[in-house]
């Protein structure tokens, strides 16, 4: 199987700055790393995700960094807005295993504070 | 985007009940998902499967039978409900890697 811890469980922070999640897995087998965002009263969507083959990915704000050898990955949120206030979830699985199941974090529920 | 739609979206129902959570999805996802939410555990899989008849055991199966009854049909019963098992419900279908949620229902247990 898989565990995932995620870390911290509440960041609060003021807007302007950068937030950082951090999440730590135990299967050297996962190779595939998605971060989903959960709006209140919405369901999860993906924001951003990297796989085994890459340390690092950025994208609108976004940068998720990614070490195997610690089996350790995490997003960083650059100049944080009041709409970036949400819960976030990150997962592990492995890809191409017969059904790709995620196994999630317990979730980090980020408040950007104006 | 991928549709994932799900009903009810709301459910009250007493201890003992028996309740059938419906998920549809339609864009011929083969894979299938059914999470629970819940504060400090965040999403724990309950069950899923991989097409139409098939059906596999997720972390918390305990007090729920699935069932996939075509591509697009995907249920989650509870067929003696008990308090533990208020909580929101979240169906998904995979296309590649990314999972797409639907709505959600929110179940409670009195």
């Known amino acids: 199987g898989e565990q995932v811890e995620q870390l911290p469980s509440i960041l609060r922070v003021q807007e302007g700055s950068s937030a950082s999640i951090n999440c730590t897995y135990e299967?050297?087998?996962?190779?595939?790393f998605p971060w989903y965002k959960q709006e209140p009263g919405e369901n999860p969507k993906l924001i951003i995700d990297?796989?085994?083959?890459?340390e690092r990915k950025q994208t609108q704000g976004l940068i998720v960094l990614l070490d195997k050898k610690a089996k350790r990955f995490s997003l960083h949120i650059t100049d944080t807005q009041p709409g970036d206030s949400a819960m976030y979830f990150c997962a592990a699985s492995k890809r191409g295993s017969a059904l790709g199941r995620l196994h999630f974090g317990a979730g980090t529920q980020l408040i950007v504070i104006p | 985007e991928a549709a994932v739609t799900q009903s009810p979206r709301n459910k009250v129902t007493v201890t003992g009940g028996n309740v059938t959570l419906s998920c549809r999805q339609t864009?011929?996802?083969?894979?299938m998902y059914w999470y629970r939410q819940d504060t400090g555990h965040g999403l724990r899989l309950i069950h899923y499967s991989y097409g139409a008849g098939n059906l596999q055991i997720g972390d918390v199966p305990d007090g729920y039978k699935a069932t996939r009854t075509t591509q697009e049909d995907f249920f989650l019963l509870l067929e003696l409900a008990s308090p533990s098992q208020t909580s929101l419900y979240f169906c998904?279908?995979?296309?590649?890697?990314?999972?797409?949620f639907g709505p959600g229902t929110r179940l409670t247990v009195l």
């Open positions: 299967n050297s087998a996962s190779n595939y």
């Open positions: 864009n011929s996802h083969n894979y």
């Open positions: 990297i796989r085994s083959n890459m």
């Open positions: 998904a279908s995979r296309a590649g890697d990314e999972q797409y």
